[in-house]
């Protein structure tokens, strides 16, 4: 089982900005797509931003382009999603998850059938 631990989020002003982190337990993330995903109340969970295990392809959604970078130090076993500009639609619990072999865009757009973890909140609003 692959398992994370997100941390990072909290209550923002619109136009603010928040780093998530994203660290795994019980596996190294060398060689798996990082993606962080997202599931505001009453929507479906959708991927916000992936990246290819060696940080060669990434991938966001056209709602967070420009204002959102994700990163990655396999080395520290972590991955990252830098917030920027924040809007209250981006109000929401944010996940990560990984998938061996995948290409970043395929991973945030099928999504991951796997089991989620604890998620970060993240809360943008005057």
């Known amino acids: 089982q692959l398992d994370f631990v997100e941390s990072g989020g909290g209550w923002v002003q619109p136009g603010g900005s928040l780093r998530l982190s994203c660290e795994a337990s019980g596996f190294r993330i060398d060689y798996y ?3 962080w995903f997202r599931q ?3 929507t479906e969970r ?3 931003s992936c990246i290819t295990a060696k ?3 990434t991938y966001y959604s056209d709602s967070v382009k420009g204002r959102l970078t994700i990163s990655r130090d ?3 076993n972590t991955a990252y999603l830098q917030m920027s500009s924040l809007k209250p639609e981006d109000t929401a619990v944010y996940y990560c998850a990984a998938l061996p072999f995948s290409t970043a865009q395929d991973f945030c757009v099928k999504g991951w059938q796997g089991t989620w973890g604890q998620g970060t909140r993240v809360t ?3």
């Open 33 to 35: 797509t990082i993606g």
């Open 55 to 57: 940080g060669d392809g």
């Open 124 to 126: 943008v609003s005057s």
């Open 74 to 76: 396999n080395a520290q």
């Open 46 to 48: 959708e991927g916000v």
């Open 40 to 42: 505001a109340p009453g």
